[in-house]
């Protein structure tokens, strides 16, 4: 038996307010526990967009009454909210920036509107950026002017990385996460060769017959672009699943939306890469737990853990999850450890398949 810390995910989708059909608190945090993830952080591009007090107060008090595990809520940052999300940053996660698409209103794609987010928001609480290429660099040049954190969200591409460790090494405060899709699932287009020798390349994803369910932001990459994820591992902050639920329904249909589920599949997988000496559990625990409870000021769990079968072999099947989204692009994967236990504040809360936390019983870390 292994036994893990509480897991973190700083970036999940838990679709409430506003779709609820796909996701919800409950829902969210269920499929979290079965993953071993004890301490969730929401994104704020719902609808409608969480940006100021009232919007924050509504999804809080969705949490309060349904979360299983513990969580906190992300603002998102708008053209013109930077004062009222200062003013509310030690209630929520952190500051999300879109600089990219999204869905919603909440793109900043002028950088003078950044400007007033980087000056304002308290530095002891983070900006997390969702940031590709061009504009992930753009924006580790706002962390640099202001001499402030930043963390960037769901990194995907060798040019990307490699930006970050050249940031790294000159001192510019800046963090990022890599969402386990992006590790193990190519691009459908995708025709790059393996590395040689045992390296295992990921079959091309798909995604269904019309191919919505390959559908994800940032897209699917090659094998390249994965291979320089995999050898810069000591880059890379956190493992965050970026779960982004949407119905097969919605997947399948003639303008499929982007986004995976995650929650259940993230630590099995990694797990699996690490029995296949591709990593180590220590860098699990670096990239799940330490790594992000100091980068996000998250408070101790007090007798909190999570056990794991690590010799359990099986595969990964949607029938078996407690996401609401009925599907996961890993369907059929065959991994190797298996969460069998789980407690949280000294109370069993997952065991053997099997969701015990009443809704609620999840805290908020920023209270």
């Not at 810390?5 to 779709?19: A, C, N, S, Y």
């Not at 320089?228 to 399948?252: G, Q, R, S």
Request: charged residues 25%; contains cysteine.
């Amino acid at each position: 038996m292994l036994k893990l810390p509480g897991l973190i995910d700083p970036h999940v989708h838990v679709r409430e307010p506003g779709q609820t059909h796909k996701e919800d608190w409950n829902t969210a945090t269920s499929a979290a526990l079965a993953g071993g993830i004890t301490t969730i952080f929401g994104m704020p591009n719902t609808k409608p967009p969480i940006f100021d007090e009232a919007t924050l107060d509504l999804a809080l008090a969705s949490a309060k009454t349904k979360a299983r595990c513990d969580y906190a809520q992300f603002l998102g940052a708008g053209p013109d909210n930077a004062s009222a999300a200062a003013h509310l940053a030690p209630r929520a996660a952190g500051l999300k920036m879109y600089l990219d698409s999204t869905f919603g209103e909440l793109r900043l794609d002028n950088m003078s509107l950044w400007t007033p987010h980087f000056e304002q928001y308290p530095k002891e609480y983070p900006i997390v950026l969702h940031s590709e290429s061009r504009t992930m660099a753009a924006g580790i040049l706002f962390a640099a002017i202001y001499d402030r954190p930043v963390h960037i969200a769901h990194l995907s591409l060798k040019e990307e990385i490699l930006i970050i460790k050249a940031a790294k090494e000159r001192g510019i405060k800046v963090t990022c996460e890599v969402a386990p899709h992006h590790l193990f699932l190519q691009a459908p287009s995708s025709v790059s060769p393996a590395r040689g020798g045992e390296t295992l390349a990921p079959p091309p994803f798909t995604g269904g017959a019309g191919g919505g369910r390959s559908e994800v932001r940032p897209r699917l990459t090659t094998q390249e672009d994965i291979n320089a994820l995999w050898e810069n591992m000591d880059v890379i902050d956190c493992f965050a699943t970026d779960h982004a639920p949407h119905t097969l329904e919605e997947k399948d249909s003639q303008k499929p939306p982007p986004g995976f589920p995650g929650l259940e599949t993230a630590l099995p997988l990694l797990l699996t890469a690490a029995s296949e000496g591709r990593l180590t559990v220590d860098d699990i625990i670096e990239k799940m737990y330490t790594a992000p409870k100091k980068i996000f000021n998250i408070p101790d769990q007090a007798e909190t853990w999570v056990e794991v079968d690590e010799n359990a072999k099986y595969e990964l099947r949607a029938e078996e999850m407690y996401s609401r989204c009925g599907w996961t692009p890993f369907e059929g994967w065959q991994v190797q450890g298996r969460v069998t236990r789980v407690v949280l504040r000294g109370k069993d809360v997952y065991k053997d398949g099997e969701v015990l936390a009443e809704k609620g019983y999840g805290k908020d870390i920023r209270k």
